[in-house]
């Protein structure tokens, strides 16, 4: 369970018609590029993970497989909860088995399917649930904070509102400001597939949420966009 | 922990030299200090209700139930760990499709029973797996030659008899009027042992069940009045509605009192031509207000009772 | 030789999807059992019905009736719509022919979904498969397809329908010499499946006599 504390925080969240993933991501070291956080498994199911990204793959190959194979077989793309189930029975016996370790990686999984949005998270222990909101990942705390204050009102977000609750739980649990190629989000809707908001189009929402804490952030600050933001 | 064991439990294929094997006790104990989880066979019907904690205010309780149903006359209550328990009923209904696609007929309950029990204990024997460390509780309709010596008895169609099953982690397959598991069983035990039928305090088996129907259709078409008059609330004349009471009310007693917020209730029932069906958790909730508002009244009785774990014994003398 | 059964004619109209078929297990010309329902609904929204042989049609229900246990025993509201099922079948029937071991039979697969819409697939043993707003299966294909092409448009009503059907099964008992009369009609719309009980077509042999020629 503690390697879900491991990584880097993703945050999910969902409303009546999308699902969203937020997560941050940051370089491994000053070389190489910022890791992508969040996966496509389908076209209404992505995956973010917190723990070793290498069970997190295993796990997410098969997870695409299985939709695959749902595809193939039924013509229509795989329920959200089977596919749940599916996991974590993988993941049950890997708990059970000598010469086996559990996999130390903890997934958010959000899709949509014929009953809607979901947003479940899976554990080593082969355990999972379904959350409106939840989040995973280190210092992830703060999040949780945040998003245990506005849950309430995530069911009726437009999709908009939705994305900004969630880089807002997200922003909380980092010391600098986010930048807008630092963050990864991913939305899911009911009327729209899989698909992530592109660097610039998290600009202007990133501008939004730090307008009113500019003065409690006194580090370095020479995001020209942000200042563009603050202006208007 | 390990001073008990004595490096004898390390491993399933190891006896200790009192010839206990640690692993599955420990298997069991995975069990006792987790909610709890009572289940009760009434005349016609199974209920299985269960307690667990909370886990996060924005989760979606539903998706982490611990009763499942297995096919539409079968119904199964993992207590303990709920992975386990979980590969336990997926395995369970795989076997019952089997036994469908075999023989054309739904499997009874205590065939069925009887394979969890031996799968079960299968894991107790292998030093390459663990033990599971979850106690099931499986309960369905079943529909046999038994049954149908019963109805003809009762002159009633047959439409299968309750069955109710506890299968521990050791592989054990017990036939059960009623059994209670997890952290609060002792006050579930007591208080579910004051619901049994008073001439079935001791060993129940199937002839005197039938026997005991038998027995019961010819008083019943003679003398209404008197049984009605006798009548005192027990296990084969609560219907579903008021078991689920009765088991908010048990599971409410057998809180941990050291918590300030009681965990969540799921009651599930199956019954002859019922399909294994949750109760509202809705329902539940107004439920266990009543519950908590009519023993706050029998014990408001009782001006020296502070200690909320007693609350229980209390409102039983009273 | 084996027991098989004849001609199935399924249309689609506004709101739902109409079919029939008749009553009767051949066995090669001789009509061997009759009053057998040769159309199966499965859930509350699917209905198939085949052409072929009767066994391995029977094996292949047993395959979808585990399905739909499948769903029941997960009890998590997922389940399986007509379109899904004809997809499957289509999967399970290729794979056998590729395996030289096809299962002889011709299906037609009729479903309804909740939100009202209609869908109606055709499969055969070599695994061909398609969606289509009419279809026809055994001699039926020949006879009835013509009549449906001339008369059938989308916004033909559940009367129209059943009579529109009437009418084929009528030249199909005329022509057809292994169709019996005996014809059993059945409706998908979103309220569900239904079957009607075998009804008798009317025929009248008098025009096969030489009575009337002078």
Known sequence: ????????????????????????????????????????????????????????????????????????????????????????????????????????????VAGVDKSGPHLFQTSPSANYTEYIAT????????????????????????????VKHGVTALAGTVKTKLKPEEVSISIIGLDRPFHALSAADLAPILGDIYVGREEKSEEEDSEAWLQSEEDD | ??????????????????????????????????????????????????????????????????????????????????????????????????????????????????????????????????????????????KDVQSARASRAAKKPDNGRPELFQITPSGDVNRMHAMAVGKGRQVA?????????????????????????????????????????????????????IAAKEAVRILYLARDASETEMGEIEICGIGVGMIPTFIPAEKIKNLLEEVKKEEEEESSDDDEETDEAELGESSETE | MTLSGGSIIAIKYKGGVMMTADTLLSFGRMARYRGFSRIRSFGDNTLISFTGDHADFTTLMEEMEKEIEHDVQQDDGVVLNASEIHTLLTRILYHHRSDMKPKWTYLIVAGSDKDGKSFLGYIDLYGTHFECDYTATGYAEDLALPMIRREWNPEITEDQAAALLQKCVKVCVARDCKQSSDIQFAKVSETGTSLSRPVKIDCDWSVASYKEIE
């Open chain 1, 1 to 108: 369970m503690e390697s879900l504390k491991l990584g880097i925080v993703t945050v999910g969240l969902k409303s009546k018609t999308h699902v969203v993933l937020a997560a941050h991501k940051r370089a491994a070291d000053m070389f190489s590029e910022h890791h992508e956080k969040i996966f496509r498994v389908d076209s209404h199911i992505g995956v973010s993970m917190a723990g070793l990204a290498a069970d997190g793959r295993v796990l997410f190959k098969y997870l695409r497989r299985e939709c695959q194979n749902h595809i193939y077989a039924y013509g229509s793309p795989h329920p959200v909860s089977r596919l749940i189930v599916k996991l974590s029975e993988k993941a049950q016996e890997n708990t059970q088995i000598a010469g086996r370790r559990p996999f130390g990686v903890g997934l958010l």
């Open chain 1, 135 to 162: 989040t995973i990942g280190a210092r992830s705390q703060s999040a949780k904070t945040y998003l245990e204050e506005h849950f309430m009102e995530f069911e009726d977000c437009s999709v908009e509102e939705l």
């Open chain 2, 1 to 142: 922990m390990s001073g008990i064991g004595a490096g004898y439990d390390l491993s399933v294929t190891t006896f200790s030299q009192e010839g206990r094997i640690f692993q599955v006790e420990y298997a069991s104990k995975a069990v006792e200090t987790r909610g709890t989880m009572l289940s009760m066979r009434l005349d016609d019907s199974i209920l299985i209700a269960t307690e667990k904690p909370t886990l996060s205010k924005m989760a979606i309780s539903s998706s982490r139930r611990r009763v499942y149903r297995i096919s539409s006359h079968i119904m199964m209550g993992v207590s303990g760990i709920l992975a386990d328990g979980r590969a336990i009923v997926e395995w369970a209904r795989e076997e019952t499709s089997r036994f469908k696609d075999n023989y054309d007929r739904d499997i009874p309950v205590f065939v069925l029973a009887e394979r969890v029990g031996n799968f079960m204990h299968a894991y107790t024997t292998h030093p390459s797996v663990r033990p599971f460390g979850t106690t099931i509780c499986l309960c369905g309709v079943t």
């Open chain 2, 189 to 241: 035990r007591v208080e579910l042992e004051k619901l049994l039928p008073p001439h079935n305090r001791d060993a129940f088996t199937i002839e005197m069940d039938a026997q005991r129907r038998q027995v019961e259709a010819a008083r019943d078409t003679e003398e209404e009045g008197e049984e009605e008059a006798a009548a005192e609330k027990h296990l084969d004349n609560m219907t579903l509605d």
